[in-house]
């Protein structure tokens, strides 16, 4: 989408956090978000960890409790207006936390250690 923002712009905005949309997003179950933007485009790459199994449409789209704060629906209509369209939600195919404990016999995030 050109909106004729300079990616620099975009960058931005989103290097400076908007402190009710950080507490929002927490407040949402977001535990860790990062944002990487692809050289030389104005693609991103974001990947948020969650506080457990929620599903962050519920979290954080229209109708939720997030986007009731003025300032956290301004930021995601912003958001939606120049990136999510492009969103494409990624499957994990590989964790190291995961895979290679389970390989080495290892308890993972949340398991039990195994039994010997």
Partial sequence: ????????????NI???????AAGLRTAGVASLQIFNVPCTRRLVLIIE???????DKATGPGSKYRENARCK????????????????CKDVHSSDREWNLALGLP?????????
């Fill in 74 to 89: 301004e930021w995601e209509e912003m958001m939606d207006a120049d990136f999510h369209g492009g969103w494409t939600k």
């Fill in 50 to 56: 969650t506080a457990g199994d929620i599903d962050l």
């Fill in 15 to 21: 290097r400076t956090p908007i402190l009710e949309v």
């Fill in 108 to 116: 993972t995030v949340g398991q039990a250690p195994p039994s010997a």
């Fill in 1 to 12: 989408k050109n909106n004729n923002r300079s990616s620099n712009s975009h960058t931005n």
